[in-house]
């Protein structure tokens, strides 16, 4: 069992700055590819960012590619999600998730992720 808990999140005005925080609780965290999502009201939860479990690959949404940066920190079982020139449609509720060992190019869907954090919302006023 991995328990995700999602930090960062608040207002910031369009071209703002934000960095999230998923911290993760079990010590194998390194065996763990995690992935950034974000959910607007009334949508599907969509893909923004994934990481391998290494750290040594990354993959981004077309929405986020360039504005966005993943990254973690194994030795603190954390995984950042540094956000860039917010937009306004850039606002949702943001989870991280965990699955291990997963190719980040096939992680881009929901179903492959085993563990979710809560969320942490992130609303860009325009």
């Known amino acids: 069992q991995v328990q995700l808990v999602e930090s960062g999140g608040g207002l910031v005005q369009a071209g703002g700055s934000l960095r999230l925080s998923c911290a993760a609780s079990r010590r194998t965290f390194g065996t763990y590819s995690m992935g950034w999502f974000r959910q607007a009201p009334g949508k599907e939860r969509e893909f923004v960012a994934a990481?391998?479990?290494?750290?040594?690959?990354?993959f981004y949404s077309d929405s986020v590619k360039g504005r966005f940066t993943i990254s973690r920190d194994n030795a603190k079982n954390t995984v950042y999600l540094q956000m860039n020139s917010l937009k306004p449609e850039d606002t949702a509720v943001y989870f991280c998730?965990?699955?291990?060992?997963?190719?980040?190019?096939?992680?881009?869907?929901?179903?492959?992720?085993?563990?979710w954090g809560q969320g942490t919302q992130v609303t860009v006023s325009s």
């Open positions: 990481i391998s479990w290494i750290g040594d690959n990354t």
């Open positions: 998730a965990a699955a291990p060992f997963l190719n980040v190019i096939a992680a881009t869907s929901v179903s492959k992720y085993n563990y």
